[in-house]
């Protein structure tokens, strides 16, 4: 697969509670991802960004909540997350600081 498309595979981490404890106590890291990305995709760009050995990926697709703007009904977009579990011994630090 080329670079340009694995670069655009990850969106964004996904910095909550959940994936903080999830981080902590089974070494899994979560991504908001393309919604058409698949696993070894989703491996592959998370082993180059990140320069880490990937042992397993799990992905969920979340569907959109249904909010009301103003009057009328409307929808939030569906998306993909993945969680990306790594190899003993490597990390990925978010909080640069």
């Known amino acids: 697969m080329n ?6 595979v990850l969106l964004a981490p996904r910095v909550t509670e959940k994936s903080t404890t999830a981080a902590d106590q089974r070494r899994q890291f979560v991504f908001k ?6 696993k070894p995709e989703i491996r592959q760009a998370v082993e180059k960004m990140f320069e880490v050995e990937v042992e397993s990926v799990q992905v969920l697709n979340v569907r959109g909540k249904n909010k009301m703007f103003r009057r009328a009904p409307g ?23």
């Open 75 to 97: 929808k939030r977009p569906d998306w993909k997350k993945a969680y990306v579990k790594l190899k003993p011994g490597f990390d990925i630090d978010f909080g640069g600081a």
């Open 3 to 8: 670079d340009e498309k694995l670069m655009k």
């Open 33 to 38: 991802v393309v919604r058409d990305a698949s």
